[in-house]
């Protein structure tokens, strides 16, 4: 019998047949894409998606374009577009990295943060913001577009490391020690980009401090290619860890003896968290809220379904990230309020509401 047959009748919560599960995930691909629609529609000048068809009719016959459609041209396509994929990208990311860890550490409060590799990714970015024009310019220079994506991961994938080379013996993982260890490896990563922070310049230092903030105003078509591979190395791994995350509900023992594949699943949740999180840190900063928030929702509505949860984080989170940003964009327009700031004012009263939710459900 396989794990995913077995695990059905043996766990009440996913014996549980909850009605509209298809239709909520056809509703979150609606409203994501009518989050796209108002992401590329909404912002600081005039120009709106309903200029799109005379541009592209324009364009597709060869004629010219007055100095009025270049402006509208340049916002639409080159600037509101690639954000917005941006933040399709980073969203999902994001959420559907949350619901992973949520699962492997079996704990609603769980997100990337705690296994060090949001901190790994940062520290790994602060270094190339301060010091690639300096110490690691021979290093960076050469790498282009690529430096920062390709240093968020290899600081994501670093501090993925060192936890699975300090928490495996005999070839088993311990899921504590994982845990414990990446707080200190996160307060570790801090403090050496405070150290960063410390000795870089007055532009390195509005550059770091910007960034920490996240936002989604550096989206270009290059930086997305540059950020689409990892985050697809990331995506596929999703599929491969949706059975074994629902075994991991009855416990990890438990799930080793109905014959899942335990320490491969530690290994596949890693990686897949290092891909997700690492580029998308590098690409926009820290973005609080949507990886802890976002799963803990949609458990209250469709159960705890890796099979569903996991695709159903990815679509709210780039949803959630799309309106914010949207928000951010326009709230003090025409200047732009970092998204990280937005996701926190909205994320923390709906954290404490979650909370508050729980704490009356024990008592």
């Keep these: 019998m396989t794990a995913a047959r077995a695990l059905a009748p043996a766990h009440p919560a996913l014996a549980v047949r909850r009605p509209g599960r298809g239709l909520l995930l056809a509703g979150l691909a609606v409203g994501l894409f009518i989050a796209m629609l108002l992401s590329i529609d909404i ?77 790994g990714a940062a520290l790994a970015t602060a270094l190339v913001i301060v010091l690639g024009d300096g110490a690691l310019a021979a290093l960076v220079t050469p790498l282009g577009r690529w430096a920062q994506p390709l240093a968020g991961l290899a600081g994501s994938f670093v501090g993925a490391l060192l936890l699975y080379g300090l928490a495996t013996r005999r070839g088993a993982t311990s899921i504590a020690i994982v845990l414990l260890g990446g707080i200190a490896l996160s307060a570790f990563a801090g403090a050496l980009t405070g150290v960063l922070v410390f000795v870089a310049n007055d532009r390195e230092l509005r550059d770091l401090t910007f960034w920490t903030l996240g936002s989604l105003s550096g989206a270009s078509w290059p930086g997305i290619a540059a950020l689409l591979p990892f985050v697809a190395i990331g995506g596929l791994c999703l599929p491969l860890l949706a059975t074994t995350l629902n075994a991991f509900l009855l416990g990890e023992a438990d ?47 469709i159960g705890p379904d890796h099979r569903v949860l996991l695709p159903a984080s990815a679509m709210l989170g780039a949803a959630l990230l799309l309106l914010s940003d949207t928000a951010a964009r326009t709230i003090a327009a025409p200047a732009e309020m970092p998204v990280g700031v937005v996701t926190a004012l909205v994320g923390a009263p709906c954290f404490f509401w979650l909370l508050l939710r729980e704490s009356r459900a024990v008592g």
């Design 43 to 119: 912002g600081a000048t005039a120009a709106g998606l309903g200029d799109l068809p005379g541009l592209l009719h324009s364009r597709w016959t060869g004629a010219a374009l007055d100095a009025g459609q270049q402006v509208d041209w340049l916002v639409l396509l080159d600037i509101r577009l690639p954000r917005a994929v941006l933040g399709l990208l980073v969203g999902g990311a994001l959420g559907a990295a949350g619901a992973v860890m949520q699962g492997l550490f079996r704990n609603p409060l769980a997100d990337p943060g705690l296994i060090g590799v949001s901190a």
């Design 255 to 301: 799930a080793y003896h109905m014959g899942a594949p335990v320490e491969r699943a530690k290994r596949l949740a890693l990686l897949a968290t290092a891909c997700l999180v690492g580029a998308t840190v590098s690409a926009v900063g820290i973005i609080g809220f949507i990886g802890v928030l976002v799963p803990n929702l949609l458990r209250l509505v």
